[in-house]
């Protein structure tokens, strides 16, 4: 990982990473970008998307080199402002972007409660374990996920950090009664985000049988990704004690105010990825072979003792 220049001064770990400077492409080269950026981020599934990510989808378009050197781990610096993609952006036009998610609304809707079921006013859903649960640190993110529909196929809950903590107290039941439960944690690789499993399983408390998992990422993860990073204040001080699984290179790239986004990762690798991480094994595939063991075992064609 190879240190960029410094973001402009007051420049936060959420904002947009800074670029080269002097790098400033046309109009109708933008445009050109912005189309071939939507095609690869919804990919052949026609998956939706965030403003974010089609920033660095557009990134990776007006920068194809860096496809090159995919095996060199390192992280890059954008080529193009923020600001001038939201130009280009509006300028095109929000709506004419196919798998184009609209923008968060500023006050999102609280946790919903299950519905009661009927005859009692106890509610229904919670009353099961709840084996899995995703909690994201960016809610666009998880409303992203939610969008393509990772909750149905990895059957878990999918939730934004800022939404999610404090836990609700049938939220914190229902992981406990599922017995082996896991709290998966997407997050940005920055200070914050880094902090953020710590932070969850002391909202968490004394639950035993629940298991606080980080997913990523961490800054080894943005530099094999070859994932567009910035720089911000370097953080006063650390938020928390230094996760065990984070290496000192990391810590002290972290220290110097780096981060990278979960946006920056290409939305179908993003799907992917979670659905692999969150929905545990897959269950072996039938073979010839395994069949007919099977129809061994059970007796098929088997003449009876007796």
Not at 17 to 33: F, M, V, Y
Not at 133 to 151: E, G, K, P, T, Y
Not at 163 to 188: F, I, M, N, Q, S
């Amino acid at each position: 990982m190879t240190p960029r220049r410094p973001q402009a001064p007051g420049g936060a770990a959420s904002a947009a990473p800074a670029p080269r400077t002097g790098h400033r492409p046309g109009i109708r080269l933008l445009d050109l970008a912005l189309t071939g950026a939507a095609a690869r981020a919804a990919g052949p599934g026609g998956i939706r998307f965030t403003e974010r990510q089609l920033y660095y989808e557009t990134c990776r378009v007006l920068n194809p080199a860096a496809a090159l050197f995919s095996r060199v781990p390192r992280t890059t610096s954008p080529p193009l402002r923020l600001p001038a993609f939201t130009r280009a952006l509006e300028a095109r036009g929000r709506e004419s972007v196919a798998g184009l998610l609209p923008p968060v609304p500023a006050a999102p809707p609280p946790l919903p409660r299950p519905p009661a079921a009927p005859g009692s006013g106890e509610p229904d859903l919670y009353a099961y374990g709840l084996p899995r649960v995703l909690v994201c640190q960016d809610r666009s993110i998880a409303r992203m996920l939610l969008a393509n529909h990772v909750h149905l196929e990895a059957a878990c809950l999918v939730l934004a950090a800022a939404d999610a903590l404090p836990l609700a107290p049938h939220l914190r039941t229902a992981l406990e009664r599922a017995e082996g439960a896991t709290v998966h944690v997407l997050h940005d690789a920055s200070p914050r985000g880094i902090g953020l499993p710590a932070r969850i399983r002391a909202a968490l408390g004394p639950v035993p049988g629940v298991r606080v998992a980080s997913i990523g990422l961490v800054p080894r993860h943005a530099a094999a990704l070859r994932l567009p990073t910035g720089r911000g204040p370097a953080p006063a001080a650390p938020c928390g004690p230094r996760p065990p699984a984070l290496r000192p290179q990391e810590a002290a790239w972290l220290a110097r105010g780096r981060f990278a986004q979960v946006a920056a990762v290409p939305a179908p690798r993003l799907v992917r990825t979670v659905l692999r991480l969150t929905r545990g094994p897959r269950p072996p595939r039938n073979s010839l072979w395994t069949d007919l063991r099977g129809l061994r075992t059970t007796g098929f064609l088997t003449w009876p003792a007796s």
